[in-house]
């Protein structure tokens, strides 16, 4: 095992980059203090330290996310090779690197977002100590934490509990006086109580603790069992915390071996109906009883990807170079950044499916290349947020027309989770020249209720969703002017001569609309 050095009201919500700056910025002037009160009970006989001397099994490469004046990096340099530890608050980094330590630390100014596998590869170890409920939506920095381990590799997760009263008059003096207690008892020393008081009744602190709210136990295993399957939850490793260890499996690209060992994968059933060489065992078993159900499953999705190719070449022909594809499953069998081949394109997939954006990387980093193509976790249910996470790969420039697909998607939006208000969101952050592409499964057009069933038993096997007719289906191009032939069968949207797909000779059969987009 090693690392691989290799270069709700219901409006869309974002996480606030505004927030996470002045986090930052607070603790860079909390620096000392913090440190001051850190460096007791980071020392040798922290109930901490001798849990990692007993769970963590060593390695080449660590990374210590949210570092602070890095006491865990010089604990993890007994155990890894090479230890980096990262902070976005500056003085954090001076105390860390001012501070003396083994040689094999280094550590650097940088947010977590900001190291991926294709700038800095990936690490046997992911470290995060009361550090994760700062940098934003769980669902958002999870998967990403997750994206950075080795295959065999560990993350290791330790988050502070919520106090009780939390937000309410006076909790903060209450949590200050259970700090001390608590340090107090790790340590036995009374300058180690008085530091926490004197950290945690500072008003800069008080600021910190309306930023970042932590989470309550529920709140943390739910999210952390739902985003980091097989995950091992701990508590009180530390008085008042909990501990995550997840462990990335050791042979991630055997997709066989993975769906073997679980249900079957929605993008993986679906690479399967393409033709496609990512389903293991249960995923095609699936696949043989969803075509039991909808013998033309496989034309259908054929069909949509069909389509697909040729909405990318109308953008590409339009001179669009950036590309966002939601809802995208793996990047196989004719995918955006396989159409979109040229120099200079960029392309960031889209799924909420955790161990299918993991899965989407790797193929990625073997097939295409990781420098233009990331594949991030995001759900269209929060646009705000999948937006953010998208501008967060450094690929997209949103002053640069962008191409937008969701393609055999949004029948598994249902009007509750308001896939039109999340697409204007989306919309209205493309520049001029952008180009949308969309298809929408549908019942216009058939005599009998054939599809409407077959939807039906579909949706209550494998996940809900809604099929829509041509009006609703072109009210998702708002504010877009559509492109020759406008709302039309998807088999008959600019259909090149001589090419056959699935459903050339019977377009209403596809039971699929199709449209592309563009913004003037």
Same mark, same amino acid.
């Given at each position: ?219 943390? *295993?739910?999210?952390?069992?739902? @985003?980091?399957? =097989? +995950?091992?939850?701990?508590? &009180? #490793?530390?008085? !008042?915390?909990? %501990? ?65 190719? *040729?909405?990318?070449?109308?953008? @590409?022909?339009? =001179? +669009?170079?950036?590309?966002? &594809? #939601?809802?995208? !499953?793996?990047? %196989? ?188």
């Amino acid at each position: 095992m090693k690392g691989r050095h290799v270069a709700h009201d219901g409006r869309p919500a974002v996480s606030d980059p505004t927030s996470l700056e002045r986090t930052a910025g607070l603790f860079d002037e909390l620096a000392e203090l913090f440190d001051g009160f850190t460096r007791n009970l980071e020392s040798g006989d922290s109930p901490i330290t001798a849990w990692l001397k007993e769970n963590l099994p060593g390695g080449d490469r660590a990374l210590d996310v949210g570092c602070g004046a890095g006491r865990y990096s010089f604990l993890l340099a007994d155990q890894y090779a090479h230890v980096l530890g990262i902070d976005p608050a500056e003085n954090m980094v001076r105390i860390a690197r001012r501070t003396p330590g083994p040689a094999n630390v280094e550590f650097a100014q940088r947010s977590a977002i900001a190291v991926t596998p294709a700038t800095d590869g990936t690490f046997d170890l992911v470290f995060a100590f009361s550090s994760v409920f700062h940098m934003g939506p769980a669902e958002v920095v999870l998967p990403h934490l997750r994206s950075l381990v080795a295959p065999g590799g560990l993350l290791v997760v330790f988050e502070p509990e919520r106090p009780p009263g939390y937000g309410t008059e006076g909790w903060q003096v209450s949590f200050a006086f259970a700090a001390a207690q608590t340090a107090y008892q790790v340590t036995g020393r009374i300058d180690s109580a008085v530091d926490a008081l004197r950290l945690f009744t500072d008003p800069r602190w008080i600021s910190i603790s309306e930023l970042s709210r932590p989470p309550s136990y529920e709140e943390f *295993r739910q999210q952390y069992t739902t @985003l980091l399957p =097989g +995950v091992v939850i701990e508590r &009180d #490793v530390y008085p !008042g915390s909990f %501990t995550a260890s997840w462990r990335a499996p050791e042979a991630p690209g055997d997709a066989g071996a993975q769906s073997a060992a679980g249900p079957p994968n929605q993008a993986r059933v679906y690479d399967w109906l393409l033709g496609g060489d990512q389903s293991g065992p249960v995923d095609r078993e699936f696949g043989r009883r969803l075509t039991d159900i909808v013998p033309e499953a496989q034309a259908y999705a054929r069909e949509n990807r069909a389509f697909l190719t *040729r909405g990318v070449r109308a953008a @590409l022909e339009a =001179g +669009v170079r950036q590309f966002v &594809d #939601v809802g995208s !499953g793996l990047p %196989t069998q004719g995918n955006v950044h396989e159409v979109a081949a040229g120099p200079g394109t960029r392309v960031v997939y889209v799924d909420h499916d955790p161990e299918v954006v993991d899965h989407a990387n790797r193929l990625l980093a073997e097939r295409g290349d990781p420098a233009r193509h990331r594949a991030v976790v995001a759900d269209l249910a929060n646009a705000g947020a999948l937006w953010q996470r998208v501008l967060d790969t450094g690929l997209i420039d949103p002053a640069e027309p962008v191409c937008l697909s969701l393609v055999a998607w949004l029948h598994f939006v249902t009007d509750e989770q308001q896939p039109g208000a999340q697409l204007a969101y989306l919309r209205e952050r493309l520049c001029p020249g952008s180009v949308l592409v969309l298809s929408h499964t549908t019942a216009e057009g058939e005599a009998e209720p054939t599809i409407e069933q077959q939807a039906a038993e579909v949706h209550r096997t494998d996940q809900p969703g809604q099929l829509r007719g041509r009006a609703e289906f072109a009210a998702f191009f708002d504010g877009f002017e559509l492109v020759e032939p406008g709302v039309t069968w998807a088999p008959l949207w600019q259909a090149e001569a001589g090419v056959e797909t699935p459903f050339t000779g019977d377009p209403v059969g596809s039971h699929t609309l199709a449209a592309v987009g563009r913004k003037r």
